[in-house]
């Protein structure tokens, strides 16, 4: 029963150890590495839309131009909001890692309140865009534009729900390991959707305002 | 039951990589990579637009590598190097579809006659 369900190679199953292992650091290995390939296809996806941006983002069709329409200071802050709530997730990591559920939680609520507050002056930049007449709609830079943002976005919407639902499960399951798993690869997530958010302030706005 | 017994490979998960003082070091250098563009951009001090494109291309390119070293914490030992390579081969679709894109739609558009478009405008070629 034993012998002819094991492998010949040792290291082939060892994947399915991921959940069972509780004390075993090294157990996240597989979920972690899998989550890493996820993170590098998004960037594919965000790597096609930066393209589409790149080709088509001085077509204005007589439309507004991006130094008539971006708010710099607005996008200033918002990148600080952003840059901050990478740094604070980061503040969590060593409470994570110890065990402490309160202060995990208390850095990971801050984390999404400085998300939302992302989100929240987007949704506003989004919206006082589209009542000038700038909505994506109007020319290609402006549908590139509204296309990469919002991915962006989205992605850092699908971010604040996760955090939510983390928050939640923190109070019911404390930090055990399958919560630092989850906790590990929301991190990840995290950062490197600032990290996209190098791409789209640098690319976007400061290049856009520039010429 | 038939579980096999076998230590996970990877010595080295992303939870014992962590480490507080790269991440105080990349908190510092990205506060400064992002500051400094928007400084560079909004007072104009340089009156020059391409030295500036080129520095804040420049600090966004290695923004980027900080946030991916300190933050992510890449290295060459996590998950036995794979997430190194996994890294490596994404850099390289993204830089040939990015440069390649807009590489060639640059030529593309410089080498089309220039045609009347509704608004009556000439597309503009760079």
Partial sequence: MTDHTRLPSDAAPSWHLAEDDDH???????????????????????????AMFGVVRTNYAGGQMPHEIFELPLVALNTALLLASSITFGQAMPHIEAGRVRATRFWLAVTGLLGAGFIGIELYEFSTLIAEGAGPQRSA???????LVGTHGAHVTIGLLWIGV????LGQHGLSQPMKRRLICLSMFWHFLDIIWIGVFTFVYLFGVLR | MSQPSIAPETAHGATSGHSQRGYRIGTILAIILTAV?????????????QTTAALIFAMGFAQIIVHVLCFLHLDTR?????????????TVIVVLTIAGSIWVMYHLNANMMPMPMPGGLVIPAH
């Fill in chain 2, 78 to 90: 996590s998950e036995g190097g794979w997430t190194l390579l996994a890294f490596l081969f994404t």
């Fill in chain 2, 37 to 49: 563009p928007f400084w560079l951009v909004m007072s104009g001090v340089l009156h020059d637009a």
């Fill in chain 1, 24 to 50: 075993d650091s090294g157990g996240n290995g597989a979920t972690v590495l899998g989550f890493w390939i996820y993170l590098m296809s998004d960037a594919l996806i965000f790597a096609s839309l930066f």
């Fill in chain 1, 166 to 169: 983390i928050l939640v499960q």
């Fill in chain 1, 141 to 147: 830079f402006l549908s590139a534009f509204f296309t």
